[in-house]
């Protein structure tokens, strides 16, 4: 009976044990990669505008289609950044809404575009310093495995070696 009792006791304990430590591997955190505001301000566009805003809204007080006006834009690869206040102001000039509307998502989709070509590349950067991590953790100083030898077990037994660490 106090056998039992004391296995009953023993198990309940490595089960607290095993949830223990389980838990605390769960519960780290891994680094968080920051900007700085130099990265930033590289990542985020600066405005460009081979087309002018005065330049779109003259076209929109001359009466052109706002479909062509978008095709200018996208021709001239411009970008805006624009504030509401801005864009009410434009809009108030004669500007259409949908050419509004297509600065603002041409700017937000470009936006988006340089933020993940930033992950992408920071990504790649860090698989490849793994596999460099990786290499230098599995060198072998021993081209044939422990001891030099190119045979199975020892120097006595004839036979191609399945030791030979492989080399990436």
Same mark, same amino acid.
């Given at each position: 009976?106090?056998?039992?009792?004391?296995?009953?006791?023993?198990?309940?304990?490595?089960?607290?044990?095993?949830?223990?430590?389980?838990?605390?591997?769960?519960?780290?955190?891994?680094?968080?990669?920051?900007?700085?505001?130099?990265?930033?301000?590289?990542?985020?566009?600066?405005?460009?505008?081979?087309? /002018?805003?005065?330049?779109?809204?003259?076209?929109?007080?001359?009466?052109?289609?706002?479909?062509?006006?978008?095709?200018?834009?996208?021709? /001239?690869?411009?970008?805006?950044?624009?504030?509401? /206040?801005?864009?009410?102001?434009?809009?108030?000039?004669?500007?259409?809404?949908?050419?509004?509307?297509?600065?603002?998502?041409?700017?937000?989709?470009?936006?988006?575009?340089?933020?993940?070509?930033?992950?992408?590349?920071?990504?790649?950067?860090?698989?490849?310093?793994?596999?460099?991590?990786?290499?230098?953790?599995?060198?072998?100083?021993?081209?044939?495995?422990?001891?030099?030898?190119?045979?199975?077990? /020892?120097?006595?037994?004839?036979?191609?070696?399945?030791?030979?660490?492989?080399?990436?």
């Amino acid at each position: 009976m106090n056998r039992i009792i004391i296995l009953i006791i023993s198990i309940a304990f490595f089960m607290a044990g095993c949830a223990t430590n389980q838990s605390q591997r769960t519960n780290e955190t891994p680094p968080i990669d920051r900007i700085s505001d130099a990265e930033l301000s590289r990542i985020l566009l600066k405005p460009s505008g081979a087309l /002018s805003l005065d330049e779109i809204v003259k076209m929109s007080k001359e009466h052109i289609a706002a479909e062509q006006i978008i095709e200018k834009i996208k021709a /001239s690869n411009s970008y805006y950044d624009l504030t509401p /206040s801005q864009s009410q102001q434009l809009n108030k000039q004669g500007v259409d809404i949908k050419v509004l509307d297509y600065i603002y998502e041409s700017r937000e989709a470009a936006l988006k575009n340089n933020i993940a070509e930033e992950i992408n590349k920071r990504e790649r950067a860090k698989k490849n310093a793994e596999k460099q991590l990786d290499r230098e953790r599995n060198f072998s100083p021993y081209p044939y495995g422990y001891g030099g030898y190119p045979y199975w077990g /020892s120097q006595f037994y004839w036979g191609p070696s399945i030791y030979y660490r492989h080399r990436r």
